[in-house]
């Protein structure tokens, strides 16, 4: 089973290859990278089966065909699961800019075979930001709908100053050649997909962005077709510096003082500084990842700002110590009573999740800890709370006795963002979720100030803050903004080990705002729980819990299911939970990949 471009790529990698050797060698040495543009099918959106892809040598799993055929020809001309990424990404913020790019940030794990490496490119608050950030002039919260569209919501990009680090420490290829993909697709046009015209015909706000306005739209207003040309100068000459010159071509340039000009000129000023943008490669992106037991696995997430990990962790770890004589999976559908356990674990987590997690480098973890979250002991306490009946509303709990005076964060609304799951020749492993928070950000773009069409999108990563500083009570939150500080994620890029061997098993993670934490969750249960490969793990049924409501994805559960969890007090809606899972499983003699029926992503390997 493989995608129909591995073919066109292979044959055309190979020509490539005869032909440079009639060429001569010099341009060989040049560049390791001979980029040759793929055919680009148009693909439907909505729910599109996936076949699932066996692969023996390497996989590459990313969200648009285009940038996952970047990574297979990174790989193929000897790069490794980190420099495959970073075409990757930058493919990605070319041809899927509603969801990641230069202009926000990511989380990013890679397994070398022996280590787990983490690195946190999330973005920051600027030094001048505090936590009146968000207040009017009255001390009342903004509306979070403005707050999301204005310069107040963008943070310090941090994408291309992480993944420099991590190529410095797991680069194979030169920095620049990783660039050639994404700068001949800005130079030569890509067709629109059918998911980002679709976006762009469903947004309002891009179109007041005088660069989105005529460069996503045409002169009546309407979005770009699906299959038109696009091709992105703005985007090509940046991403060309940054190959040439290294990431000062983006922090310390033009298109630093670009993106702050952008920001302060917008009818909702932010306040960052160009010298918040210089000062941001000045730090180490290097984190510990943290590595839970679950069952006979070990899986490694990452550490806040993320709450993803901790969360997912705390919600498996619960559902261990409920009744195991229940049957969980029939008939290819997870039972009621499996989803009441899961829901009432999902509440519990949430409520410490609302309470405790915050910029690890601002706030203290519970007894200074965060395993102290996922606690064995803590975990059972809190499985205790569950019943035959449905809790209703969950209150965070104490873990290890800690007492904390902080506030409980509601709810808040987080959508857009993909995820990267690569496996390369050696084995190494590279689980990256990066973002710029809601679908087209800010709505802002930045052409870098070369005055040439197109260019990126800013991230609106500080609403991701509490915005406000305070509970009713007046207690602070975990999560408020300060000078400096990143906001909570529930991005849960995951690597997966088996337990004993210490074997990789598997790299996997989703886009979703608040719901990545219950699609990775489900992922990994399917495939190590219900022994389902990744593609049919993938593609189960969505469902979820944020402290509230029970949520489950529309007309994928049966009537009497539903009924199930009602009787059991559960407060059910159904809505579209567009999860974009992708995920790479090791099977014998090489690797199973699953890409999300619910978006446009495809797996591609050798
Ligand atoms: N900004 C969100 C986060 O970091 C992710 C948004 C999304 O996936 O939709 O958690």
Redesign the pocket.
Known sequence: MQYPFRTVSVVLTFLVFILSLFIGCESAEETRVSYSIPEQPEMSTGYTEKPGWVTNEFAVAAANPLATDAGYQIIQAGGSAVDAAIAVQMVLTLVEPQ?SGIGG?AFLLNWDGEQVYAYNG?ETAPAAADENHFLDENGETMPFRDAVRSGKSVGVPGTLAMLKQAHDRHGVLPWQDLFEPAITLAENGFKVSPRLNQLLVGEDAFRNDDIAAQFYYDENNEARSVGFELKNPALAEILRRVANEGIDAFYQSEVAENIVERIQSHERPGNMTVEDINNYPVQDFETRALCNDWKNYQICGFPPP???HIAIMQMLGIMEHLDETEIDFEDGLMTADWLHNYFEAAKLAFADRAKYIGDWDFVDAPTGDWNSLMDPAYLAERAALIGEQSMGIAEPGNPRGAQAMLGVQPYQP?????HISIVDREGNAVSM?A?????FGSRIMSDGGTGLPGGFIL?N?LT?FSLSPVDEDGNPMANRVEPNKR?????SPSLVFDRESGDILASVG???????IHYTAKAIVGMYDWNLNAQDAINLPNFANFNGASVLEEERFPADLIEALRARGHEVTERALTS?LQAIQVIEDGYYGGADPRREGVVMGQ
């Open positions: 969801s940030g999330r993320s709450s993803g987080e959508s857009g963002t993909t979720t973002t710029i928070e809601s679908g991230n990563e991701d906001p909570r994620s529930s991005m989703s886009p979703g705002g608040a719901a990545i974009g």
